[in-house]
């Protein structure tokens, strides 16, 4: 039973090309979240969703654009790709509100852009 | 706001031996606290988490950390180092009722034969 699920787990891909990234959680959170680990491990948050609504929006390109159809998916689409965009992207839920609630990582799309 | 300083990228140690990162938050308000690990090629996995239940928190694995307030630290120890213990070790904050995390820029732990 996976908790948070990602496809695809590789993406190989030309520069100037539009590929997507899906995520679904089957744990019945209300909050998801994109993040980018570049080459050093830094974990970088880029969107989050609660219910299906964009709450964290962190300065990341409008080439970016997250969608979020129902609040168990929240999918990353990311047009005319550059080299920059090579990393791996981790999808994350967590419930919001409650004092300790922490976020559950899928097991990540490492993207590589040539 | 909130951030997480964790002090040395890089720590070694050898199998058997004390493992000690160490993870600093600035908050204005007591967070709540969580230590995350990543194997190679894999997501990330929360080790154990801080609710203000108790100070000294236990985790998988054997790792434990010890919420100091007066210090605003949360370090993560283990009494012995096993070889899987090798990873990517990522401290992480959140505030009641916000839906950000703010993570730590990671410790990687190498444990040597």
């Known amino acids: 039973d996976t908790a948070v699920s990602q496809t695809p787990k590789y993406l190989v891909t030309q520069m100037g090309n539009d590929k997507s990234i899906k995520c679904e959680q089957n744990l019945g959170h209300d909050t998801m979240y994109w993040y980018k680990q570049d080459s050093k491990k830094f974990l970088k948050i880029m969107f989050s969703y609660n219910n299906k609504e964009l709450i964290i929006n962190e300065t990341v390109p409008n080439r970016f654009s997250p969608k979020s159809p129902d609040k168990a998916h929240l999918n990353l689409h990311i047009n005319s790709l550059e080299l920059g965009d090579s990393a791996v992207y981790f999808c994350?839920?967590?419930?919001?509100?409650?004092?300790?609630?922490?976020?559950?990582f899928g097991p990540g799309t490492r993207l590589t852009v040539l | 706001a909130q951030s997480v300083t964790q002090l040395g990228s890089h720590v070694s140690v050898s199998e058997g031996a004390l493992v000690l990162l160490r993870c600093n938050y600035s908050s204005s308000v007591p967070p709540y606290l969580f230590w995350y690990v990543q194997y190679p090629n894999q997501g990330l996995q929360l080790l154990l988490k801080y609710t203000s239940a108790a100070t000294l928190v236990k985790g998988i694995n054997g790792f434990e950390a010890e919420f100091k307030k007066s210090e605003t630290s949360f370090h993560l120890t283990k009494p012995s180092a096993h070889m899987s213990d090798a990873a990517e070790y990522f401290c992480a904050v959140r505030r009641y009722n916000f839906n950000k995390f703010y993570f730590g820029s990671g410790t990687k732990l190498n444990v040597k034969p």
């Open positions: 994350a839920s967590s419930q919001a509100g409650g004092p300790n609630n922490e976020q559950f």
